[in-house]
């Protein structure tokens, strides 16, 4: 039903909330109540002079009966009966839903808005429960610790007795060993209490330079002006430990050279012709694709090109560089699914693969994926380059004959069932358990 012959029921709404009644609006509006019947109905239009004094009699802004809900809130009801499995939802009525029952719609669409919060909360967690090394070391160092108290302890009570210099031996043993399980103890209570990028800063070094990229945008606004990385490092890196300042420099040193290759000005300029597309952005300045991706991942926030994400791994697969999208989630810790564009493009390097895909069990937006591998290093005589693979990922709107493919985040919170790729059960409902 089109928003505009609506009018009409918004009207009986806001005269059944003011607890008035049908004949009482009629004669307030200096119209009979039979046709008034019939406006209520949207039987019949309503505008001008007549809508004004109905407006009035109701103590309502004409615009509210005749616009109603919000596209916006129109938008996330559509989207909250799309994401629901077995949705039996009138799409076709969600116009005169909104507009008839507003407060119920939005504490709908905020429901919804909530559930995805909690859901991608929930996968982060359980990732890093599975998969934080912080959290593996302190539980192997407290597991270790229990099992030598426990082992000198029963040592001491067997029959028999013990002689006791072994006895002062093994009484210092479980002191000493009880004091390092209490200081792993509150180490571990401190980590787990510990909130937002708190966390993640007593965490390895890569989550420092995570959340130290994270909190500038991943866009260095100093190198693009020309300032070196050694008067930028102390300022981004000052509270960092040793290890994380090193690959803060690294990542700073590479940002600096792709500044230096590819202008800010002149890249934002170029945008218009290239949009979010690293092969037309690195021909035009004749760089190599991986280039582009990062220069166009570490744009700033209010770029022409919106929002774009990008993972880098090396040989290995393991991940260096992530910036995840709300659509495409990028796991901080553990193995990334296999079956991104990401790791196929290390068995075939200099060449483009570039996919559309969306996250499994997810009812997200589609996503374009370009990914390419590069050396790594320069090249010497017989000896083979090590290299590294970028993805770049940007929200894309595609059409119903395009191909999208499905992925997961990782194996332990994917969906997708019957995944040949599939290295762990799924902890997402059973997902996957028959191929175990």
Request: charged share 25%.
């Amino acid at each position: 039903m089109a928003r505009d012959t609506l009018t009409g029921s918004r009207i009986r709404e806001r005269r059944i909330i003011l607890g008035m009644k049908q004949a009482d609006l009629a004669r307030e509006a200096d119209i009979s109540a039979s046709y008034l019947n019939l406006i209520e109905h949207n039987r019949r239009r309503i505008g001008g002079k007549l809508l004004l004094r109905i407006a009035g009699v109701l103590a309502v802004e004409p615009s509210i009966l005749t616009e109603g809900a919000e596209a916006a809130l129109i938008a996330s009801l559509r989207e909250a009966a799309g994401r629901a499995r077995d949705s039996s939802a009138e799409l076709d009525r969600v116009d005169e839903f909104a507009g008839r029952f507003p407060g119920w719609a939005r504490l709908l669409a905020e429901n919804r808005a909530r559930i995805d919060t909690l859901e991608r909360t929930v996968e982060t967690l359980t990732d890093r429960l599975a998969h934080d090394p912080h959290l593996a070391d302190s539980l192997h160092e407290i597991l270790s610790t229990v099992t030598a108290i426990r082992s000198a302890a029963s040592i001491l009570v067997e029959p028999g007795g013990v002689d006791p210099d072994w006895q002062r031996r093994f009484h210092r043993n479980i002191h000493e060993d009880s004091a390092r399980l209490a200081d792993s103890s509150r180490s571990l209570a401190a980590y787990l209490e510990a909130e937002g990028q708190a966390a993640a800063g007593r965490g390895t070094p890569q989550e420092e330079v995570d959340a130290v990229l994270e909190a500038q945008a991943y866009h260095i606004a100093a190198l693009d002006a020309g300032e070196s990385v050694a008067a930028v490092l102390p300022v981004l890196g000052g509270d960092l430990t040793p290890m994380a300042r090193a690959l803060l420099a690294r990542v700073l040193g590479r940002y600096a050279e792709d500044a230096a290759r590819m202008p800010l000005d002149a890249v934002l300029g170029a945008l218009d012709r290239t949009g979010a597309d690293p092969l037309k952005l690195s021909r035009a300045f004749g760089t190599d694709p991986a280039c582009a991706m990062r220069r166009l991942a570490t744009l700033p926030p209010d770029a022409p090109c919106g929002a774009v994400g990008l993972a880098i791994c090396d040989a290995s697969g393991a991940l260096t560089f992530r910036k995840p999208l709300p659509d495409f989630p990028i796991p901080r810790f553990g193995a990334d699914c296999p079956l991104w564009p990401l790791f196929p493009a290390l068995s075939r390097p200099m060449t483009v693969l570039v996919r559309l895909l969306r996250s499994a069990g997810r009812q997200t937006g589609t996503v374009r994926a370009f990914a390419v591998a590069h050396p790594a290093t320069l090249p010497e005589a017989n000896r083979e380059p090590v290299y590294e693979a970028h993805m770049m990922i940007a929200p894309v709107r595609h059409g119903p004959e395009d191909t999208v493919e499905e992925v997961g985040v990782t194996c332990r919170i994917c969906p997708r069932a019957g995944c040949p790729a599939r290295r762990e059960p799924s902890l997402m409902g059973g997902a996957g358990q028959e191929e175990f």
